[in-house]
């Protein structure tokens, strides 16, 4: 591939992912926006049936009101699903991923890496897989309790920072650091941001087209799952920053820090206290 006809890849790539990643992102913090303001107004109306249960908005010359229901009363002839921003977003960033560092051959630093370039791309590649297996059959399955399940999760990325970024000698086992410091910040992104957009996909999306095809039926939905849907979305809210951080990380000389990956890890931590302040906010 030319240089020029890379160059230009990159940088479509670039802007196509940032713009869908800026729509999704904003979406998501709307909606939790206004989850939270709902509560707010659930638990200030109590039993009382007079009190407004709409929350009132105004933006760019125009009154919006809208209404919160589990179970929509009516099914509208258009039912509006945001879930293309998520997609883009994922794909765009892949391609430019694959295009850098995969094509580039950054997954391995130099010609005497500990491992060859093909077999860090395949360790990259398989860690996306894994890591979103691991989540979603332990992490939000195992862990009920919140903190608990924060707890862990951050226990785990900073294990993956480290052996990504550092050697690990553990009596007779000696593991070579896995990739050069920029792909170890980019691979836990990759993994982060897949984890996401597997959430809006396979544990987001299914079940409320279920809960919409129950409705069409004349059924009851089972609101358990929009439970578990909501929970879901809950994660990205807080996964979401850290890959923010990941996304821009490059551009600084933290990547070459001796401690990257405790760095790296902290800021994964003050990413999750900021969306803990945002969503209440």
């Known amino acids: 591939m030319s240089p020029e006809l890379n160059e230009w890849l990159q940088i479509i790539a670039r802007w196509v992912h940032i713009f869908a990643a800026i729509l999704w992102v904003g979406t998501t913090y709307y909606f939790t926006w206004l989850d939270g303001r709902f509560e707010e107004l659930l638990k200030a109306a109590g039993d009382d049936k007079t009190k407004e249960k709409n929350i009132w908005m105004v933006h760019s010359g125009g009154f919006y009101v809208v209404e919160k229901q ?17 997609l883009i977003t994922w794909i765009s960033g892949f391609f430019l991923f694959g295009l850098v560092y995969y094509h580039g051959g950054m997954m391995a630093e130099t010609e005497d890496w500990a491992f060859s ?10 860690l996306i897989v894994v890591g979103w297996v691991v989540y979603d059959l332990v992490i939000s399955k195992l862990f009920k309790v919140e903190l608990v399940g924060a707890a862990v999760s951050l226990l785990l990325i900073t294990f993956l920072a480290y052996i990504f970024m ?13 990739f050069p410091p920029r792909a170890a910040f980019m691979q836990l992104g990759a993994m982060l941001g897949t984890i996401m ?25 089972d609101l358990a799952e929009g439970a578990r849907a ?28 001796p401690h990257n990956w405790l760095i790296l890890s902290g800021m994964v931590l003050a990413g999750w206290i900021a969306a803990k302040i945002l969503r209440k906010a």
């Not at 370039?117 to 398989?126: D, E, N, Q, R």
């Not at 550092?166 to 896995?178: C, R, T, Y």
Request: aromatic letters at 8%; glycine letters at 6%.
């Open 70 to 86: 589990k179970i929509p009363e009516l099914m509208p002839q258009t039912l509006h699903w945001f879930k293309w921003e998520s």
């Open 117 to 126: 370039k093909g077999a860090a791309l395949g360790m990259s590649f398989g």
């Open 166 to 178: 550092k050697p690990l000698n553990i009596g007779s086992l000696h593991l070579p650091a896995l």
């Open 197 to 221: 957009t597997a959430n809006v996909w396979m544990r987001i999306l299914p079940p409320q087209r279920r809960m919409v095809a129950a409705l069409k039926a004349g059924r009851q939905p």
């Open 230 to 257: 909501k929970m879901r979305s809950k994660h990205n809210t807080f996964i979401v920053l850290p890959v923010i951080f990941i996304m821009i990380s490059n551009h600084y000389s933290i990547i070459g820090s």
